[in-house]
Structure formats: C-alpha cells, structure tokens
C-alpha cells in the first residue's frame, strides 16, 4: 500500500503568499472582490472534524480533499476555452492571485509538461499527487511536476489551490517567458522516455498512485500533441489560435 504523508490543506498553515509578513491573513481571510471573491468566501468553507470523532490522519487528508473538491465546483469547466487549441491561463490565474510561487525554472522536472505552469523544489509531503493526481506528479527527485496543464478555470484553481498550500513555494507561472518553441519540440521528442519513466513508476510502486500514471500515458497517447500544437502557436503568434486555424507541427 502506499504511504502518503500530505497534510490537510486549505486549514489556515499554508505558507504566507510571496511578498506577505508573517502574521497577515493573506489570501485566506482577504477581502478579495469581482471574480477572485471565491476565495475569502469559502477558504473554510466546511469539513471541521467533529469532537464525538477519533482523530484520523487519513479522515482529515479525506475531508481536507473533499472540502477542496467543493471549492473547485464554484469555477466553470464549460466555455469558450473547450474549443481552443490552446486556451492562455493566466488572466484567470492573476484574477485570484498576484504568485503562484518562487519556484525556479533551473530547478523543474524534466517531467514537466511544456506551458505556463511548472513546479521547481517543492516538500516531499506529496501534496499535488495526493490531492489533484489529474494534474500533478512526484519525479524521482520526490519534487511535484505538473504532467497537464490546465485547460479551463476549474483546473487553473485547483493548481492555485495547491501552488498555494506548497511549504516551499515550488510553483512557478513564468513557463511562457521560458519555453521556446525549440525547446517544445525537444521535449515532443523525448515522450519515448517519458513512456519508459511511467513504466518504471509503475512498477516501483512507491510515490505515484497508478490510475495518475496511466492517465499521463494516455495523455501522451491523445490531447497532448494537439494541446502542444497549440502551444507552439501561443509562442509563435502571441495569441490564442482561432477555431479552425492551422497550427505549427511538432
């Protein structure tokens, strides 16, 4: 079986957001208006643990990722960006917050899927696997790469949620001003020994839960090419491809 040692997020321990003292409330028990509002609102939303209950490590990592899972239904899966190539992330994600992270370009997985988002030295508390597993994974190096960048408002806030309750800053937003279309197309090339890093993962059995690495294989398999495609395009162009528009080749 495997041993997660995550910690309960979204309880009022996360790190204080960059550029915050120690102390201030930050993004918790901010008043934060317009679109960003959801997060004063329902930070702790839910879930407290009953007195009348044994305390249980396992049953607050499970409410702990039930009350996260509540919190993401409040952002849309449905819109305009289901029907894009590649639809940019980061007006969304700036609308919640001004960081994700200090998360160092130098220091991410090779794992690590081409786009905005990325995680550099993170906690090996396995966090991002445990509690969003359809985006994050644990390398060798037991740092957190994320293996599918988010495609719409919901995804962008679950990997907000947990770039923010990372103990050391991991995360990073900076992937545009980093990848180039080179270096895209340099790791398309290597999907081969990411195919072989999924088998040796499953085998190990050890930090990856095996219905995570099985979705990376098939995403490998079908959408990342195409969302790569689209990729290159955004880095080419600066803009969004429109329906129906060619994109570059891998």
């Known amino acids: 079986m495997r041993r997660y040692v995550p910690h309960p997020i979204a309880r009022g321990t996360h790190r204080p957001a960059p550029g ?21 609102r329902i930070k702790n939303w839910a879930g407290v643990r009953r007195p009348d209950r044994p305390f249980s490590h396992q049953w607050e ?10 919190r993401l239904l409040l952002h849309p899966v449905e819109g305009r960006w289901q029907d894009l190539a590649y639809w940019d992330p980061l007006p969304t994600a700036r609308g919640v917050t001004g960081s994700m992270g200090d998360g160092r370009w130098e220091d991410r997985s090779w794992l690590n899927v081409p786009g905005p988002f990325y995680a550099g030295v993170t906690d090996t508390g396995l966090n991002g696997p445990y509690y969003l597993p ?3 994974l644990s390398s060798d190096e037991h740092y957190e790469f994320v293996y599918r960048q988010p495609a719409n408002p919901r995804e962008v806030a679950g990997l907000l949620e947990i770039a923010h309750d990372e103990p050391l800053g991991g995360y990073a937003w900076d992937g545009d001003q980093r990848w180039t279309p080179q270096a895209v197309r340099e790791w398309w090339a290597r999907r081969t020994d990411v195919r072989d890093w999924i088998t040796a993962e499953l085998a190990a059995d050890d930090r990856n839960e095996p219905e995570a690495l099985h979705r990376y294989a098939a995403y490998l398999e079908d959408g990342l090419e195409t969302y790569l495609r689209g ?8 803009r969004e491809p429109r329906l129906g528009e060619e994109l570059p080749n891998l």
Not at 20 to 40: D, I, L, Y
């Open 20 to 40: 915050m003292r120690a102390g201030e409330r930050g993004m918790e028990g901010a008043h934060v208006s317009g679109s960003a509002g959801w997060w004063s």
């Open 61 to 70: 990592l499970r409410q702990a990722a039930a009350r996260m899972r509540g």
């Open 134 to 136: 359809e985006h994050v």
């Open 231 to 238: 990729y290159l395009f955004w880095l080419t162009e600066g």
